[in-house]
């Protein structure tokens, strides 16, 4: 399975990314793609940006061992992880995953378990500045272990 995994501060095209995808991988039946967006909470004073910070090669190591799991998991023939990091305003796009495989539930699941494991697994650190200055590292989401809890059961 072909694995394209990036870290980044620049911006990413979707359909550059997939069609990229597209020639890495053989017998493709599905793809299946995540783009997540930075996003302002619900909150009385808007966010003025998100920075993200990492090791690098520790995260992208941590991001091939998710990747590699799933690929064990799941018939996978190609898959495109990018992350960006920086400073990064409110709606830009700040992760994208797309997972090919010859059959849709098998890209469906990866793409999803990837998506969890990012959030809770993936060396990022977060820190949120609103418009009135005040800034905060952001905390991890109970949500988020509990997604990632999912994919323990049998």
Known sequence: ?????????????????????????????????????????????????????????????????????ASERWLLTACTIIHRVGELRADEQIVLVLVASEHRKAAF??????????KTEAPFWKKETFSDGFEHWVEAKQSDQAAAQQWNTP
Do not use: C, K, W
């Open 109 to 118: 699941a990866a793409a999803e378990f990837i998506m969890d494991y990012l």
């Open 1 to 69: 399975m072909q694995a394209d995994i990036r870290i980044q501060t620049q911006d990413f095209q979707l359909q550059q990314e997939y069609d990229l995808l597209l020639t890495q991988g053989r017998n493709i039946g599905a793809v299946v793609g995540f783009a997540g967006l930075v996003r302002d909470r619900d909150t009385d004073t808007p966010l003025a940006s998100l920075f993200l910070e990492h090791f690098p090669e520790v995260t992208e190591n941590e991001i091939a061992r998710i990747v590699q799991t």
